[in-house]
Every structure is written in structure tokens, then in C-alpha cells.
């Protein structure tokens, strides 16, 4: 204490201003350095949102999809496989923009392609096949006409007719799977 005493005004405020400048630069480095990381962690969490909205599209596009043909399937209508079409561009606009995005990330780019490979084999395997079949079914007699006929008939003309239709729906049944290449349904 005497040290600080005998020392003259100048000396004191220099070490007053030192010992506080001393405290100050140790802060601001760490306050620097959390800030950093503060914001660093702010665009890995925005970025981590971007890929969950791509998620969250790519699945929309995927239902639009999937509610387009079954539409189409019910139907028979083109127009009802507009959300179908329009799914797929969407659905391929946002898986490229969705890649770029992850591009970094070896991880996630394998994980998006997979949902691609999964959407190519669902277009593949059932969609285009279902569509097709749903095609050849309109181009014959349509079901509008059927259960016309079925409730126009008496009770034996209804049982026949009605084993007609069943055997129409188990054609189609047999016919989606020589498509798919398995074998359940088989054809009597």
C-alpha cells in the first residue's frame, strides 16, 4: 500500500488504466469468441431448418403424388393426375435445389438419394403400372357401366354379373402383379 502512495499522480493513473485494461482485453476476447460461436451455431441451426423444410416439400410433392393417383384410380379422369405431374417437377426441383444445399454433407447427400431411389421404385413398381392398368380397365367397360347393369338385373343375372365383376377384379389383382414381377394373384 505504501508502494502506491509514494508513487507519483502519472504512475498511478497509467497502473489504474493498466490493471483495468488488463481486465477488459480478457473479456473481450471471450465475449468475442462466444459471440463467434454463438453465430456460427445460428447458421448450422438455420441451415438445419432449410433441411428440414426440404424434408418437409419433398414430402408434400410425395403426397400430391400419391393423392393424384389415387384420384386418377378412382376416377379415371386425366385431369385428376394434374397434382400427380405437378408433384414430380416439384419434387424434382426440390430434391436438386435440397443436394446443393447438403452438398457438404456426404451423410445427407446418400440419405437424399436414397429417398429418390425410393421414389423412382414406388413410379416404377406401382404408379406407372397402376396408371397403366387403371388405362386398360377405362378402355374397357367402365365401372359406372357394371354396377349399372348389376342393380338393372334380377337376383340371378346379379350373381352372374357379380361373379363377372369379381373375376375382372381379380384380373386386374393378377395383372398388377405379373407388372410388379411377383405372383400372388393368380389367374383361374
Known amino acids: 500500500m505504501n508502494m502506491i502512495s509514494s508513487m507519483?499522480?502519472?504512475w498511478k493513473l497509467i497502473f489504474g488504466f493498466s490493471l483495468i485494461?488488463?481486465?477488459?482485453?480478457?473479456?473481450?476476447?471471450?465475449?468475442?469468441?462466444?459471440l463467434k460461436s454463438m453465430i456460427e451455431t445460428s447458421d448450422l441451426v438455420n441451415h438445419t431448418q432449410q433441411a428440414i423444410e426440404y424434408s418437409a416439400n419433398l414430402n408434400a410433392a410425395m403426397t400430391d403424388m400419391e393423392s393424384g393417383l389415387r384420384g386418377f384410380l378412382v376416377a379415371?379422369?386425366?385431369?385428376?393426375?394434374?397434382?400427380?405431374?405437378?408433384?414430380q417437377d416439384v419434387f424434382t426441383v426440390l430434391m436438386e435445389t435440397a443436394l446443393l444445399h447438403?452438398?457438404?454433407?456426404?451423410?445427407?447427400v446418400a440419405r437424399l438419394r436414397e429417398i429418390e431411389s425410393l421414389k423412382n421404385q414406388w413410379l416404377r413398381e406401382h404408379a406407372v403400372a397402376a396408371i397403366d392398368l387403371r388405362r386398360e380397365v377405362a378402355a374397357g367397360a367402365s365401372a359406372a357401366q357394371i354396377f349399372e347393369q348389376l342393380s338393372a338385373r334380377s337376383d340371378r343375372a346379379y350373381e352372374r354379373q357379380g361373379r363377372n365383376f369379381y373375376q375382372l377384379a381379380r384380373f386386374c389383382?393378377?395383372?398388377v402383379s405379373q407388372i410388379r414381377g411377383g405372383g400372388r394373384f393368380h389367374r383361374r
Open 8 to 10: 507519483q499522480l502519472k
Open 21 to 34: 485494461l488488463g481486465m477488459v482485453v480478457p473479456v473481450s476476447v471471450i465475449t468475442y469468441n462466444s
Open 76 to 87: 379415371g379422369k386425366d385431369e385428376f393426375l394434374q397434382p400427380y405431374n405437378s408433384g
Open 102 to 108: 447438403v452438398s457438404e454433407d456426404s451423410e445427407q
Open 173 to 175: 389383382l393378377w395383372r
